[in-house]
């Protein structure tokens, strides 16, 4: 499997079905994001001088904006950076909705995500801001839950990532608890006495920079690790192709709950998923911003 950087503008909607959202191969667009008026806006001094007092909370503790970049940019050295720093974006940052507008770039789309049947509820839909320092990781190789398509859009910094192909879960240890994460605690230096299989792996690595827009399909293996201070925005993308795997995790994931919480959420989000092929095919033109 090839990641493939494309430009944006010589790419059509048609041709990233067929060959990336169909197959399940991961790609990168270049300046897809230039609808966007975060592009080549956001920045740390940008977040500064704009929403230097925004609070988040990272591992159980607050840390305001301008805490969070001096600190990414090591212009704070006395406590280690945090990681992943996250605000939402959607009903936790209204203000800046029209700046990551339209949210589907032209190209995620159809997005039941967008559909008011799926705003009611939280399916892990949400829109994030993420934000970096150098040698920050994400905490363990994972698949994103309820089998959603991710989004990742940089706007500021150099990300790297790595992927792996469909069909590779064995090689990863999946926990027994949580088969969405690795039990390998270090991709990057694998105890291969612990982890025999993982030498049949094959890890692809690529580096996503400003302007770029990576798409990771559903049941791909990923991580990623900010080479320098990083600010990205990242969605779910939901539709009828990845609709029966959402709905067998909504039913797995509530049934842990109770059964009748099960039986709820499942029938509405079948019901909310018929709804939205209904739309599709009727034509229906969604708004397409943060939830």
Known sequence: MEVKKVEASEFSHERFINEHWKPGIPLVLKNATRVWGAYNTFSPDWFRKNYGSRKTVVNGKEYTMTEIMDLVEGKDTSRPVPYPCKYEMGGGWPELTNMITPLNIGFAKPNWMESSWFRRGYWGGITELFIGGPGGKFPYVHLDYYHMSAWINQLYGHKEFTVWPRGQEKYLYPDPNDKWKSTIPDIENVDLEKFPLYKHATPIKFVVGPGETLF???GIWHTAKSLEPTISVAFDLLNDH??????????????RQSLVKAVAATGYAAFSGAMCRLGDMVGVQRVSTPS
């Open 242 to 255: 990845n609709f029966p795997l959402f709905l067998k995790d909504v039913w797995e994931f509530k049934k």
């Open 216 to 218: 990771i399909p559903f």
